[in-house]
Structures are given as structure tokens and as C-alpha cells.
């Protein structure tokens, strides 16, 4: 019945009554009463879970794409490395984690660079898990700084944006893992796509989940509270929790702070983590991320999105920081880390 409910839910017209349901009942039983979540995880280095854990648990993570990095009609423009200190330089006060989604394109510099800062955690994005010489990158990243990277991310939305299955992208996964056996591994999909029957093998193949929730997509968050917004992001967590048995971490979520015509401000979206701090209290197991952390101007005129992208020009301001990295009021409300690191979320 549970199940039934869930599947009413998302039907047109529904979404307002899910996100009450949702905030106020609880996430509601998986899709089989008694189902197991995935369990049968590869025997990664503990040392690299455990510094992974203790960052969800006492730091804070960002999801970070450096500031120079632009793509404009499916064309690159590399970061530069004097640029990712200047992006990493204005993060660290407030952050000891990063998230990348890339590992080529100039993101070659950022191991290097997180490190001599003294980031406690890089988990390495590989955009596409198929290119051998960006897969290359993030192992070789992985081999030079193993008290740094304590994981990486094989995709971000590839199932989402239909570049990839679930069976190959567990495929994909399987032959990094041969490669480096001990280095715990992920990707990333919006968190409806692990509710699939067909998802059980991903989650069988990956040692941490990472899972983008976001309320701001719902067709009720203009008009409802961020409260509301908030605990939409802590109970689809518990549901995910239900499914994957690993330490789960919220790559992506939030608000952005602009255009105003769309209801978005630099007060909501730090109203938005207040709430969310206040809700979803760090764990070794759960946590979220920021994200992210730079505006990026081009998003909104890019002619050529990747496929399977959110296009609109709320999509330039989802920074913590502006492009020109100054802090918003969302990462002002946060104490910097320095001296004190046990500080939490």
C-alpha cells in the first residue's frame, strides 16, 4: 500500500500533498515490506571511509567546479591553476571538503593544491567514466595524494541525462574497482532514479552513495516554507537509507539566489541551510554538502547543455559565493572552520 501511495504521490497535481505527507508522516516504507537494502559493498580501505566519515560527521563538504572552467556550445575553456588556488584560498575558512566533477580540464591541479591548504577530504568527479584518460587522472590523483581523496565519483547524472544504464555504469565501476580495489568508490544520481528495481545493482556496486535532492525542482517550492523545503531533503535521505546500506552523503541541494522573478534570493537559500542544519544533523552515515560553491555566469547562455540538463538562468547563481568569490549571506552564517576542527555543519 505504502508503495501505491508513494506512486500516487508523483502523479501530476500531487506534488504539494507528497511534500506534506512527506514533511509531517516521514519517508513511507520502501517498494517491498521486509526488502534489504544493499549491502554487499567491496572491502575498500577503511582508512579512507573512516576520513571520509569523520568529515560528513564534524567538517563540511562543497561540491566545487573552478571558477575559470567554462563550457559554451560543448566547448571547454580549462581552469587555470592559479585560479583553483584563488577559488580553494576563499573556500577553506569554511570548508575542509571538496566534491569535483571532473578530473581533466585543469582539475589536475586541484589535489595538489587542496593538499598544501590542508583540505581534509577530495572525493574526485569523474564526468565520464568511459574516457580512460580522465579515469587515468583521478587514479593517479588518488596514488599521490591517498590522504586527501577518499573516494571517487564515477558520473554525475549520466543515467538521469540517458549517457548511460544502470547495468553498464555498474559495469563501469567494476573496472575501476579491478584497477584500484581498495579505493572506495561512487557516483552520483538524482535520488528518484535509486528508487528503480533496476538500481539494486548500482547500489550493490558502489561503497558510499552520493545523491542529488532537490527541492527547488519540486513544483511546490516557490510557495512552500523552507522548512518544508528542508525536510523533503532529510526524509528522501532516510528513504535512500532504506535502500543502501553505506554512509550517505547529499552531493547536491539547496536554492539559488537568483533571478528574484523566480522566487530565489540570497536570503532564502540561506534561510533554506539554516533550516536544513537545524534538521539534518551530521552523521558518520548522513550528510549533505553544499552546493555549490562558485556562481557560474555561463550556465545561463550556454546554446549547447549537456543532455539531460536543467537550463534557465537560476542556473548562473546556486553559489555559496558569487563568480567573484565573494561569500553570501548563505556561507557568512557559517563559522570558519580554522581552529576549531570538530566544528560541524
Keep these: 500500500m505504502a508503495w501505491r501511495i508513494r506512486s500516487l504521490l508523483r502523479a501530476p497535481g ?13 519517508p513511507l516504507p520502501g517498494p517491498r515490506a521486509g526488502a534489504e537494502p544493499a549491502c554487499e559493498h567491496s572491502a575498500a ?41 584563488a577559488d580553494l584560498v576563499a573556500l577553506r575558512p569554511r570548508f575542509d571538503g571538496l566534491i569535483t566533477y571532473d578530473a581533466v580540464h585543469g582539475a589536475e ?23 580512460t584518460a580522465e579515469v587515468d ?9 591517498p590522504q586527501l581523496v577518499v573516494g571517487l565519483s564515477l558520473g554525475n547524472e549520466s ?14 565501476i567494476a573496472a575501476v574497482r579491478a584497477r584500484a580495489p581498495q579505493l572506495p568508490l561512487s557516483t552520483t544520481e538524482p535520488f528518484h532514479l535509486y528508487e528503480e528495481p533496476a538500481a539494486r545493482v548500482l547500489l550493490g556496486s558502489v561503497d558510499f552513495l552520493l545523491a542529488n535532492v532537490h527541492p527547488v525542482h519540486q513544483p511546490w517550492f516557490r510557495s512552500a516554507s523552507d522548512a518544508t523545503a528542508a525536510q523533503f531533503v532529510v526524509n528522501v535521505t532516510a528513504d535512500l537509507a532504506q535502500r543502501f546500506c553505506g ?12 533571478p528574484a522573478s523566480g522566487g530565489f534570493s540570497a536570503a532564502r537559500q540561506a534561510s533554506f541551510y539554516a533550516q536544513l542544519r537545524r534538521r539534518f544533523p551530521s552523521s558518520a552515515t548522513r550528510a549533505f554538502a553544499y552546493f555549490s560553491a562558485f556562481d557560474a555566469p555561463w550556465r545561463a547562455y550556454d546554446a549547447n547543455p549537456v543532455a539531460g540538463a536543467v537550463t534557465g538562468p537560476e542556473e548562473a547563481f546556486w553559489g555559496l559565493y558569487d563568480s567573484e568569490r565573494r561569500p553570501k549571506a548563505a556561507a557568512l552564517a557559517l563559522p570558519p572552520l580554522q581552529g576549531r576542527p570538530s566544528a560541524a555543519h
Design 137 to 145: 587522472a583521478a587514479l593517479g590523483a588518488a596514488h599521490r595524494y
Design 159 to 172: 543515467i538521469f541525462a540517458h549517457r548511460t544504464g544502470f547495468a553498464p555504469l555498474a559495469a563501469a
Design 45 to 85: 580501505d577503511a582508512a579512507a571511509l573512516t576520513r571520509l566519515a569523520s568529515v560528513m560527521a564534524h567538517g563540511r563538504f562543497i561540491a566545487y567546479e573552478p571558477t575559470a572552467l567554462k563550457v559554451l556550445d560543448g566547448r571547454v575553456q580549462n581552469a587555470d591553476p592559479a585560479s583553483i588556488r
Design 14 to 26: 500531487c506534488a504539494r500533498l507528497a511534500a506534506v505527507l512527506l514533511a509531517l508522516l516521514g
Design 247 to 258: 554512509p550517505i552523503l547529499v552531493k547536491e541541494t539547496g536554492a539559488p539566489t537568483a
Design 109 to 131: 591541479a586541484i589535489p595538489e593544491i587542496a593538499a598544501a591548504l590542508k583540505f581534509r577530504a577530495l572525493i574526485v568527479g569523474v564526468w565520464n567514466p568511459a574516457a
